[in-house]
Nanobody, 118 residues
Framework: VQLQASGGGLVQAGGSLRLSCAAS????????MGWYRQAPGKQRELVASIGRGGIITYADSVKDRFTISRDNAKNTVYLQMNSLKPEDTAVYYC?????????????WGQGTLVTVSS
């Protein structure tokens, strides 16, 4: 299973970016998908997650600014990030839990850097 993330970059505060992450490989379908981030010197933290049925969780710090969505047919998860702040600067990782052999196994993408300048 491979996760290919894209969409990071440099943006000014108040700007927007859209991240994408596509899962590929041999699996039945993907259960939950999500985005995590890790800023320098900090632990990796959950940004947002979405279940296959659409149940969504957001970190308090991104509520009302970020929107997570997914396309089940493409096994792809998106993160629309608006009103970006310098504190959103981090490497963003996608995570997906495909069904393999009757159980959910989680995989991580390679990370994409988001830099928000003030």
């Amino acid at each position: 299973v491979q996760l290919q993330a894209s969409g990071g970059g440099l943006v000014q505060a108040g700007g927007s970016l859209r991240l994408s992450c596509a899962a590929s490989g041999s699996f039945f379908n993907v259960n939950d998908m999500g985005w995590y981030r890790q800023a320098p010197g900090k632990q990796r933290e959950l940004v947002a997650s979405i279940g296959r049925g659409g149940i969504i969780t957001y970190a308090d710090s991104v509520k009302d600014r970020f929107t997570i969505s997914r396309d089940n047919a493409k096994n792809t998860v998106y993160l629309q990030m608006n009103s970006l702040k310098p504190e959103d600067t981090a490497v963003y990782y996608c995570r997906a839990g495909p069904w393999i052999g009757g159980k959910i196994i989680y995989y991580w993408g390679q990370g994409t850097l988001v830099t928000v300048s003030s």
